[in-house]
């Protein structure tokens, strides 16, 4: 079984207990940003940051449009700051790109979402440290986050609208895949559940390790 599955089903199951009916995290928060949802004694975007920073990759940016989001980013991740998120998740990735630019030592940017807190220091390196213009992780043969995308793309990136992503220009171009199933989860937050499950999947990893 798959994270995906895996995660469809426990959803599943929690949808029964509460009597069919699905709880989202904004209807349970409804007036706080989604990366500030409480996971293993911090937020979603703390963890996601702490493993992303425990790869060793350098620069290590996120996007915000939210103040309260930019207050709890630790010290050494440049804040980007994205004015249109309700033009979709395509605004983001531009606002990282514009910013990286400029940059002559970067070639390459590795992408991930913060509500995926399960994937692993070893995803963002190995996505990383693979030679191809796009690559993605795959989980049970399945692409997902971390995504990463050569300078050569970003042009073609940039000119991205609404809400098409790194995904978008896979599915037109394809990209390299490596294999990160003993090195993460790719499932994200969505419901409360979902945090729940994940946390104690996380605890469990963290405690067997």
């Known amino acids: 079984m798959t994270a ?27 007036n706080t940003p989604k990366p500030l949802a409480p996971f293993a004694g911090s937020t979603l975007v703390e963890h996601v940051l ?3 920073a425990a790869s060793g990759l350098r620069p290590v940016c996120c996007v915000v449009s939210d103040d309260r989001v930019a207050a709890v980013v630790p010290g050494g991740v440049i804040v980007v700051r994205n004015p249109e998120p309700e033009l979709g998740i395509s605004t983001s990735l531009r ?7 400029d940059d002559p030592t970067v070639d390459a940017v590795v992408v991930g979402l913060a509500d995926q807190p399960l ?4 995803v963002w390196l190995r996505v990383a440290a693979a030679s191809a213009p796009m690559v993605a992780a795959t ?8 995504v990463r995308l050569d300078r050569e793309v970003w042009a073609e990136a940039m000119g991205l609208r609404g809400d098409e992503g790194a995904r978008a220009l896979i599915r037109r171009h394809g990209a390299a895949e490596v ?3 003993d090195a993460g989860d790719p499932s994200d937050a969505d419901t409360p559940d979902d945090l729940a ?12 390790g």
């Open 119 to 122: 994937v692993g220091p070893e």
């Open 139 to 146: 989980y049970g043969g399945r692409r997902a986050n971390p």
């Open 95 to 101: 606002a990282v790109l514009e910013v990286l630019a």
């Open 179 to 181: 294999a990160c199933d």
């Open 50 to 52: 702490a493993a992303v």
């Open 4 to 30: 995906r599955e895996r995660q469809e089903q426990e959803r599943a199951q929690n949808t029964q207990e509460h009597g069919g009916k699905v709880l989202r995290l904004r209807d349970d928060m409804p």
């Open 197 to 208: 499950v994940m946390e104690r999947r996380w605890r469990s990893q963290t405690a067997s």
